[in-house]
């Protein structure tokens, strides 16, 4: 699981059928660096599916690959990418 920033939405003229509840979001993974403040932190932009309703700018925790299909088991959705969580707020400490 990573956590990324949401920067935009996608449009989809034609879905699968199964994906009807939920929204689709452009996110940010970031590394550490990135939660620190750093920009060059932010790796390249994924698509996630999104049933939470994750706004512009929201804070959120991205399960990808076989973890994000796990929420609707047993049923099967063709998604690599899943918005578990928004976070409200998050704390990073040196170690």
């Known amino acids: 699981m990573r956590i990324g920033e949401v920067i935009g939405h996608v449009t989809l003229s034609t879905y699968h059928p199964k994906l009807r509840a939920g929204r689709w979001k ?4 970031m590394k550490l660096s990135a939660l620190q403040g ?10 996630i599916y ?18 994000a299909t796990a929420p609707f088991h047993p049923e099967q959705k063709p998604i690599d990418g899943y ?13």
């Open 83 to 95: 918005n578990a969580a928004i976070l409200d707020h998050l704390d990073i400490e040196d170690v």
């Open 50 to 67: 999104d049933e939470l309703g994750a706004g512009l700018g929201s804070q959120i925790a991205i399960a990808e690959g076989p973890e």
């Open 38 to 47: 750093d920009p060059a932190g932010r790796s390249e932009a994924i698509v």
């Open 26 to 29: 452009l996110a940010v993974p």
